[in-house]
């Protein structure tokens, strides 16, 4: 289908098809392109703007045009961002909205919506509202009738996941994990079965030690860890969970994203593991069925000794 955008372009085909569009017509053509945006009046509403997640250059033309013609700019950290207006030259109010000014700057913005301003909202890096304030703004503009608008853009989510190596046709975000094991040992085991690619952000001093509860919860599915995406230093890691939680070390630099593959058909679970192993421990050593039910089931033995220390502190008699 032909949009309107492709309407007013001219043409690039000639005799041959295989001829390529001058360098020196790109700036022009961007910079026509941006003129056009900055043109058009900005209607009343709250616009919520993807920014870079490293490379400035992945901004969009639209976002820069609305960067420029609203009213205010809404962000988490106003020194931070100022960082990418500056760098584009826009000259726009900028007001902080973050997890501790929310409820106080909520009712500000629609009034002010109310009124017929023109608001964006952007975070500190990405998309708007992933892993970042945002939700109850949106749902309360939204109930009160103001129109909401979503500009696409970077994502480190989608970023990460399209150049994981891992299946994309069904994935669940599942934000940040809690940062005490316990608690992370409980969520892990909820998304145990989830037949999907799972997408974690992780703070980079706590990335080995969810790395290893992963494998011990998923066995050693294949996964990635990527590291700085569309910065200088950008990394990706693809293996089994067991060996990026050995390569981990201590990582206490960059923005991190771990995925983890899907349950693969068949997967051994941790029940199906212990029930072996309490069948082999009535007449081995723990040494020795943990090496038989690794044997019989295809699984690492370590695994399955972890489980088996577990099993036998529980069923451990109490002292007096």
Do not use: P, V
């Given at each position: 289908m032909e949009t309107d955008q492709d309407a007013e372009e001219p043409s690039d085909r000639g005799d041959d098809s295989g001829a390529q569009r001058p360098e020196s017509t790109i700036p022009a053509r961007a910079a026509g392109a941006v003129?056009?945006?900055l043109a058009k009046p900005l209607a009343s509403g709250l616009y919520l703007v993807a920014t870079p997640i490293g490379n400035l250059a992945d901004i969009t033309l639209r976002s820069l045009a609305v960067l420029?013609?609203?009213e205010t700019v809404y962000c988490e950290d106003t020194r931070h961002s100022r960082s990418l207006l500056d760098h584009f030259g826009i000259r726009t109010r900028m007001k902080p909205y973050h997890e501790h000014n929310a409820e106080a700057e909520r009712p500000v913005i629609l009034a002010a919506l109310e009124r017929g301003a023109r608001i964006a909202l952007i975070s500190d890096a990405g998309t708007p509202l992933v892993s970042d304030p945002g939700y109850k703004l949106v749902r309360d503009a939204a109930a009160a009738g103001h129109t909401v608008i979503s500009l696409p853009g970077a994502s480190a989510v989608l970023t990460a996941l399209t150049s994981s190596g891992l299946p994309t046709d069904t994935f669940l975000f599942a934000g940040f994990l809690p940062p005490k094991q316990a608690a992370r040992l409980t969520r892990l085991q909820e998304l145990a079965k989830v037949p999907a690619t799972l997408i974690?952000?992780?703070a980079p001093q706590r990335v080995a030690d969810s790395l290893t509860d992963m494998a011990s919860v998923f066995g050693n599915?294949?996964?990635a860890v990527a590291r700085e995406l569309t910065k200088l230093h950008e990394e990706i890691r693809r293996g089994g969970l067991a060996d990026l939680a050995a390569e981990a070390g201590d990582a206490t630099k960059g923005e991190f994203v771990i995925l983890v593959g899907p349950p693969v058909a068949g997967e051994v679970t941790d029940d199906a593991i212990t029930a072996a192993l309490s069948k082999a421990l009535?007449?081995?050593?723990l040494k020795d069925a943990a090496k038989a039910v690794a044997a019989e089931l295809s699984v690492s033995k370590s695994r399955v000794y972890?489980?088996?220390?577990?099993?036998?502190s529980i069923s451990k008699p109490a002292n007096g």
């Open positions: 003129t056009r945006e420029a013609n609203a974690f952000f992780e599915r294949n996964a009535g007449t081995m050593s972890d489980l088996g220390l577990a099993l036998k």
